[in-house]
């Protein structure tokens, strides 16, 4: 775990080229202000911990997309609330998540030359919001090379650190410390199924095998292959088990930025709520 800082990489996915399309639908781009005001109905300032999951594409037309989101955010909480976002990087550091349209034959070549995951330079699949996000000043990556994870704030450095290989969600994950310190989850245009701080339930719950994984470290200053241990996970309930969540009474915020349902849920309520209802299934 180190702090990053990313500077400006280029034209190329979710890039402002992108988002000059305006959707047929929209009928008002949203502002920030428009942002600042349904963040603020959740009084996001008295929290210390916020972890953000946002999808920018379930969005009509934001002006200044992914960065009116973080300043948005960071307008609110202000700079003493520690925020966490994912920032998985899954086809560039490991050979088991590779393209399968990709011909076979090049998975030893890809294998032997895919560079290390790099806390600084590995790309973030998590959205464009995460990738805005790790520009800001002061902001740590963890050194999971499949599901890192970023942070800011007073607590951020530790949120990052101890990221294992064999506990992508579990023991001394950044979203274990996040279910023992109590986060909210600011969910904005996502659906439970992306919420990958979800899986933590999998391992309380004891409802996976275990499986091989695999991923390109850096090992005394070269790229090898490294093999560990780890559960076999499996989003396809998220939905149901966010869905079970909501009718179960528990008190879920949700509000609309445009035209597109966003949430705040309790993160450790959410998990308890999902350990039961997989130990059940």
Known sequence: MKMITIGY????????????GVKKSTTTPITKADVVKQLKKLKLADLDLLVVY?????????????????????????????????????????????????????????????????????PILSGEVA?????????????HPVASY???????????????LGSMFGEQSPVQKLYAQDAKVLCLGIDYNQLTALHLAEYYADCRPKKMHEAIVNREG??????????????????????AYEAANH????????????????????????????KAK
Request: charged share 20%.
């Open 54 to 122: 946002a999808n920018l594409e379930a969005f009509d037309y934001i002006i200044g997309g992914a960065q009116t989101i973080v300043e948005a955010i960071y307008e609110v909480t202000g700079y003493l609330t520690t925020i966490v976002m994912p920032a998985h990087s899954i086809h560039q550091s490991c050979p088991t998540f590779f393209d399968e349209a990709l011909p076979k034959k090049w998975k030893e070549l890809m294998v032997k030359h895919t560079p290390a995951y790099n806390e600084s330079l590995s």
């Open 222 to 243: 070269e790229a090898k292959l490294a093999e560990f241990e780890d559960l076999a996970f499996d989003s396809t309930s998220f939905n149901e088990i966010g869905a």
């Open 9 to 20: 990489h280029g034209l190329g996915r979710g890039s402002i080229m992108e988002l000059t």
């Open 131 to 143: 990738e805005a996000f790790a520009r800001m000043p002061r902001v740590y990556r963890s050194a």
């Open 150 to 164: 970023l942070a800011s704030g007073r607590k951020a450095a530790w949120f990052m650190s101890g990221h294992q």
């Open 251 to 278: 008190e879920v915020p949700v509000f609309e930025i445009g035209k597109t349902t966003c949430k705040l849920v309790d993160y450790r309520t959410l998990i308890d709520f999902a350990t039961d209802y997989l």
